[in-house]
């Protein structure tokens, strides 16, 4: 049965419902011509409706996040902000959405990174793949038939969609009953896109033309780094930019009423891969402010929330609303729109954006009664227990003490990669890097599960050697240390304002093991790395070292100097977190007073903060 037509008043009164309150400045623009055109067109079908509204509804950064659950805690999420995450508690505010403004009357998008980050993920792309395995079928991706059941319209590629590889990526895209997105993905070879770039809905509108919204895709140039392994010679990734101009004005040409874009890209300008590339990383307020013709955009990747954010063409002085709602399912963006209809067309006359909160509703039914099974056998495989621990090993101080659990890490990759050197190369010293990925992290006493492990190690990443001189090591040191904030002598080291600097996170942050080191955070940035030794004498700058090192830092993740062009000298397809399972499971038990070794600790003018550690 066809919808009648909805002022704005009536529009945002219905979305008052779902507790999604419309800025105020946004509800004016739009109420004004709708409520004249209002008085215009009257209620009776014999007259053309001269208003129409409508709704965009976005997620972003979801990562294999289905349930409001914590596989590595084996519980029920919790945080201090009070978040739920999931898609399945989203679902539920889409459903109210649509109850409120009509279902004709909604379109859900997604920005992208969708298959990977959880251990519900991980099991469907490596355990039991979706690819399927000595050639028989596999299972469908849990991530797919939510998504199909709350029938999304669209949704971009996100960086980590390729961490899988592209089999796994293609075999989930089957699975999809909507577009994956990705204008700026394109292949290699003839440079032509890999995956649709765009795609056009209708909003239908009673006795008029229908809305044609055209909504473009753009995913992150970084690919082409961070998944070099999977990507190279493959496929390549142009600026976000330098693909809207190409592509909005199309979507225009096509008659699209309204452009709304879904970018995996963050919105202040910034990079994390320094001069690695010619693309800027987090662009989408640059394609708002150089892409003229563009009305809305979903913002993903930083896994923030900004609920509401404005900028102005340079070209057109048109205001581009954007929208970034948080990571996980923590939240749902809403952009509402008001058109009215000039000479055949329709025109946005008022625009606004908001996010919803997913902790005020409970999970989707239907999402829990198609998926329980799935995550009963994933928790079922992460409570597996592969060997046992001789006693707690705690990443609490991680980020500013050299603890046993991170050696950890740095024993596994370094037995990796010495078993795989080549005879020369054999004979160099040998080094780890590794980054304190989760403050949060515990191998408790006792049985050791593959959850433990996963919670360590939260990444999907694989296992590089590269050589590095001693000089360019020390650079290497000196990056890692901007981490810390500049703490003078005679001051109190505060461990809760001493890390994250220059928007440094833990993520980025390494540590080396097999040389001694000291990171003086007395000293400005660039001079704060002291006494870097190997085998008790002092690194020399000509001094050639193979360093352990994963896939993300080694092809330029976070920017780090001279990592992505080095020499190789081992490589692996092998997840370090599964080669880190499987070394509990071969030895059984894990022991730091087998790996356990403090190299490296925090100095102010060569005290030593931390004298116990």
């Not at 945080?79 to 109210?96: F, H, K, P, Q």
């Not at 080094?431 to 990925?437: D, K, L, M, Q, Y």
């Not at 190690?457 to 590269?466: H, Q, V």
Request: aromatic share 10%; hydrophobic share 40%; net charge negative.
């Amino acid at each position: 049965m066809p919808l009648s037509p909805m002022n704005r008043r009536e529009f945002v009164k219905k979305s008052a419902v779902t507790g999604a309150a419309v800025a105020a400045a946004g509800t004016a623009a739009a109420q004004a011509p709708a409520q004249a055109a209002e008085r215009e067109s009257g209620r009776g079908s014999e007259h053309r409706p001269r208003t129409w509204s409508f709704s965009i509804l976005g997620t972003t950064d979801l990562h294999g996040h289905v349930f409001d659950w914590d596989y590595y805690k084996d519980a029920a999420y919790t945080d201090s902000a009070g978040n739920s995450c999931g898609v399945a508690r989203v679902a539920t505010l889409v459903e109210r959405q649509r109850a409120a403004k009509g279902e004709d009357r909604v379109l859900l998008v997604d920005a992208g990174d969708i298959i990977q980050g959880t251990s519900l993920a991980y099991y469907f792309a490596r355990v039991d793949p979706i690819t399927g395995t000595d050639g028989t079928a596999g299972p469908r991706h849990p991530m797919a038939v939510a998504m199909n059941h709350m029938r999304y319209d669209a949704a971009a590629l996100g960086n980590h969609e390729f961490n899988y590889g592209i089999d796994v990526l293609r075999k989930f895209e089957s699975q999809c009953r909507f577009p994956l997105l990705g204008a700026n993905a394109l292949d290699a070879k003839t440079l032509r896109p890999a995956f649709t770039p765009y795609t056009v809905k209708r909003i239908r509108v009673p006795g008029a033309p229908d809305i044609k919204v055209g909504i473009l895709g753009l995913t992150n140039p970084g690919i082409a780094l961070w998944d070099k392994d999977n990507v190279g010679g493959k496929m390549v990734f142009p600026g976000l930019v330098e693909q809207a101009r190409k592509y909005v004005p199309r979507l225009r040409a096509l008659g699209c009423d309204v452009v709304f874009l879904t970018d995996h890209s963050g919105l202040d300008g910034s990079s994390s891969w320094g001069d690695s590339l010619p693309y800027v990383e987090n662009a989408s307020n640059l394609v708002a402010e150089q892409v003229p013709g563009i009305d809305a955009i979903l913002v993903g990747h930083t896994h923030v929330e900004v609920p509401s954010y404005t900028v102005k063409n340079a070209e057109t002085g048109e205001e581009v609303l954007l929208s970034e709602p948080y990571c996980w399912g923590y939240r749902l963006s809403v952009f509402d729109f008001a058109l009215e209809l000039h000479h055949g067309r329709w025109k946005v006359t008022g625009k606004t954006a908001q996010t919803l909160n997913a902790n005020t509703v409970d999970e989707d039914p239907e999402i829990k009664r198609l998926l329980e099974a799935d995550h009963e056998l994933v928790v079922t495989y992460v409570n597996t227990a592969v060997g046992t621990c001789t006693q707690d090993l705690s990443a609490a101080e991680s980020c500013w003490k050299d603890v046993p659990i991170m050696d950890f890490i740095h024993k596994v990759q370094t037995e990796t990669v010495r078993s795989g050197l080549s005879t020369a190369d054999a004979a160099l010293p040998l080094i780890s890097v590794a980054a304190p990925f989760s403050r949060t992290a515990d191998i408790p006493r006792g049985d050791v599960t593959i959850k433990d492990v996963a919670g360590l190690y939260i990444y999907d990443n694989t296992l590089y050697g590269k050589k590095l001189t001693g000089a360019q090591l020390k650079d290497y040191l000196e990056f890692a240390a901007k981490y810390y904030h500049q703490v003078p002598s005679g001051t109190k080291v505060d461990t809760a304002t001493l890390t994250n600097a220059n928007k440094f996170w833990d993520y980025m942050y390494d540590t080396a093991a097999g040389v001694d080191y000291e990171i003086d955070i007395a000293r400005p940035e660039g001079s704060r790395i002291r006494n870097l030794s190997y085998g008790g004498a002092p690194v020399s700058d000509s001094q050639v070292f193979v360093v352990a090192v994963n896939n993300y830092r080694a092809n330029g993740g976070s920017g780090y100097p001279h990592i992505a062009t080095a020499d190789i000298a081992y490589s692996s397809t092998d997840e370090i977190r599964q080669l880190m399972i499987d070394y509990v499971t071969a030895k059984k038990a894990l022991d730091p007073a087998d790996f356990a070794v403090t190299n490296w600790k925090l100095t102010q003018d060569g005290t030593p903060v931390f004298p116990d550690a």
